[in-house]
Structure formats: structure tokens, C-alpha cells
């Protein structure tokens, strides 16, 4: 192989890639990334069996070939050459990758490309469905967070992508919180078709869509073990987890005793105060709900945190109140994630009592919703 290409492309190509190289791996060739021409191109790859990236960069071709080359050495001294002509060699029968720029030149020992795994590409009877890049990034970071982090239960520890007529749906859930969102495809699809995505799957195709305009193309594979993205000159690639998601549509109240709306900013700032001192007490916030002292006046939600050893915070937000005043309990961090996620306006809560689901979502868009289960009053 002897290619020759632009430092910052090559720079960029990597830096994608790079967040499918396995960290810590039994098999040597998934630390490495895949260095291939591809007519006309070169073709640049890594995977660790769960994730897949591809994705191609324009190059001046002298000879084919392909080798693989460790991907971390191969970035680290990619990244310190100065923006110009990048020279790529390996000759037939040795694996040693040559990578030369003006003066500055390395020779990086590789693994024989033959070792490394296939990753498929988007072809054949795949279900594809398209979406807007940047409607399908902000559904996933409002869903991602959610999913559980052990893999105790394997559909808990991924992302719900559900497909139907018109509507792609993502929720994720831990068994204390469970996070839905929907969002409108290009174009209905033919049949419902429900897929379960790893969450660090879905973190890292957000990521890969950052700056895209374009729709982009989800395909699931034809036995349904794999979810494939083309975006722009990349291509991503998941495993998909076998299992059957919670039916979360039962999971959501539909009515609510107490209804609370308030500034999101000041919400968020209220229980991040209080989770500086729930740290130390299972992270548990309270949060006292108070009418207002005459039928037209606003209420106020009392925002608190007690920590034996460390003390106590209390917080008022100004709210409006709808329903009997009550206390509940939630998880200092749950309410941090979510109230992130929704960013700014006004949010609504909906609870039912202290030893009931509570509901957040935007108070001005229906689609998205948030359940989180209470925590026992006192607790610690």
C-alpha cells in the first residue's frame, strides 16, 4: 500500500474512529484501526465487536494494499505533524505501516489486516428508516442517561428505538427512572419494528451526527442484530441487544393530584444546592410543595437536603400550584439529569402523592417525558 493525504483529514478520520477502538481487549487487532484503499479512497475503520466506525477521506492512491497499525501511536503521532502532505506505506508481505511527513517520519509495527473483523455495510433488504441528524441527537441526550449502567439486565443497559408509521420513539429506563421521547421521521415507515440499542452506542452515534444537516439513514439488519448509520462519508455500526423492553407506555401516569410549574434555570440551580449536601445522605432532596396564601397568588416549592455530618440546605422556587400540597422525595442526581436535559423554559411536575411515580417534562412541548420513582421521606 502507498497512499498519500492531508494531515487534518487523516487527523479527523482517526479522531472518529478512534471512539470504536477497544481499551482493554483479549485480541490485540481490535486495539489497532484498519488502514485499507477503497476505490479511489482510503478507507479507515475500527470496532470493538459492539461499536463500529467507518469512514472514508480522499487520497492520492500509488499502490493498494491495507494494514492495520495501532490506533492510539498512529493518532498520537499523526496529531503533532504540521497540516500538510501525510505519506503512508507498507510494503507486500510486511507489517509495518511508514508514515512520513516532510523530515518527520515513523515506522509503526501492525497486525496482518486479515485479522480484522468484517464490519458490515449498509446494503441488501435492511428496514431503513431516515431522521434529521440534529432532531436524532437531541432524542438520544435526552434518553441515553437513563439506561442502566450494569448489565445485570441486559435491555435496561440499552436505548428503545422504536419505528412507527411516521414517529421514532427512544426511551430508556434503570428501574427508578425512565426517560421517553419521540420525534417525526422523514418519511413513514412500512411496518413497526422495535430495536434495542447499547447506550454507548447511541452516545457515540450523537456525537458522529454533531455537525451533520443532512438526514440520515437507520438501517436494521435483515435478522435484526445490527443497527447501521450512514452519516455523510461514515458509517456506523452497533450490535443490537436481543430481549424484549419493558412496556413503558403502562409505566406513565396519566393524571396527576398536584401539578407544579416552574422557571427550569431556577429549578435546576435549587436541586443542584441540595445535592451538594444529599451526597452524604443517599442523595436524597425533598421537596415541599406550598399553595399559594390566596386563590390567585403564586405557590412555591421548598427544595431541601440534610446531611448529619455536613448540615443542610433549604431552597424556595416561586411556582405555580395546582392540587393539594404534599412532600416527596427524589434522587438529588435523577433531577439534575433531567432538568439538564430539558435546558431551559418552563418545566411541569406531576406527582400523585410521596410514594408515587413523579412526572417531569417541558411545559411548552408534549414530546418528551420523564418518570421518576420517590425515595422514602427521612431516608438516611
Not at 497512499?3 to 479527523?12: D, F, H, I, K, Y
Not at 435491555?155 to 427508578?176: I, Q, Y
Request: proline share 4%.
Amino acid at each position: 500500500m502507498k497512499v498519500s493525504c492531508l494531515q487534518e483529514n487523516l487527523q479527523r478520520a482517526l479522531a472518529q474512529v478512534s471512539r470504536a477502538v477497544a481499551t482493554k481487549t483479549a485480541l490485540p487487532v481490535l486495539s489497532n484501526v484498519l488502514l485499507a484503499t477503497d476505490d479511489g479512497r482510503l478507507r479507515i475503520a475500527a470496532t470493538n465487536l459492539e461499536i463500529g466506525i467507518t469512514t472514508w477521506i480522499g487520497a492520492s492512491i500509488d499502490e493498494e494494499g491495507r494494514v492495520t497499525v495501532d490506533a492510539r501511536l498512529l493518532s498520537e503521532f499523526v496529531n503533532t505533524l504540521p497540516n500538510a502532505p501525510v505519506s503512508l506505506a507498507a510494503e507486500p508481505g510486511r507489517l509495518t505501516l511508514h508514515v512520513q511527513s516532510g523530515r518527520d517520519k515513523a515506522g509503526i509495527n501492525g497486525i496482518d489486516a486479515d485479522d480484522f473483523p468484517v464490519i458490515p455495510r449498509l446494503e441488501g433488504e435492511a428496514y431503513v428508516a431516515a431522521v434529521d441528524p440534529q432532531v436524532l441527537r437531541d432524542m438520544i441526550a435526552q434518553v441515553e442517561f437513563a439506561a442502566a449502567t450494569d448489565e445485570s439486565r441486559p435491555v435496561l443497559a440499552g436505548v428503545l428505538a422504536r419505528f412507527e408509521d411516521r414517529t421514532l420513539t427512544l426511551a430508556a429506563a434503570d428501574g427508578f427512572r425512565l426517560a421517553v421521547r419521540e420525534g417525526e421521521l422523514v418519511e413513514p415507515v412500512s411496518e413497526r419494528l422495535d430495536a434495542i440499542v447499547p447506550a454507548r452506542g447511541m452516545r457515540e452515534l450523537a456525537r458522529i451526527l454533531a455537525d451533520q444537516t443532512e438526514p440520515v439513514r437507520l438501517a436494521i439488519t435483515p435478522n435484526q442484530s445490527q443497527l447501521l448509520v450512514r452519516v455523510g462519508d461514515t458509517e456506523f455500526l452497533s450490535r443490537l441487544i436481543d430481549g424484549t423492553f419493558p412496556d413503558f407506555r403502562q409505566i406513565i401516569p396519566r393524571e396527576f393530584n398536584t401539578r407544579l410549574e416552574m422557571g427550569r434555570d431556577a429549578f435546576l440551580n435549587a436541586v443542584r444546592r441540595a445535592g451538594y449536601f444529599a451526597r452524604d445522605n443517599n442523595d436524597v432532596v425533598r421537596l415541599e410543595v406550598h399553595g399559594g396564601e390566596e386563590e390567585f397568588m403564586p405557590g412555591s416549592v421548598e427544595i431541601s437536603a440534610n446531611a448529619a455530618e455536613r448540615g443542610s440546605s433549604q431552597s424556595f422556587v416561586d411556582a405555580s400550584v395546582t392540587g393539594p400540597e404534599l412532600q416527596i422525595a427524589f434522587n438529588s442526581r435523577y433531577l439534575s439529569d433531567v432538568l439538564g436535559a430539558l435546558r431551559n423554559g418552563q418545566v411541569v411536575v406531576g406527582v400523585n402523592g410521596a410514594n408515587q411515580a413523579g412526572v417531569v417534562r417541558s411545559a411548552s412541548a408534549d414530546d418528551y417525558t420523564h418518570v421518576i420513582m420517590p425515595m422514602v421521606i427521612g431516608a438516611g
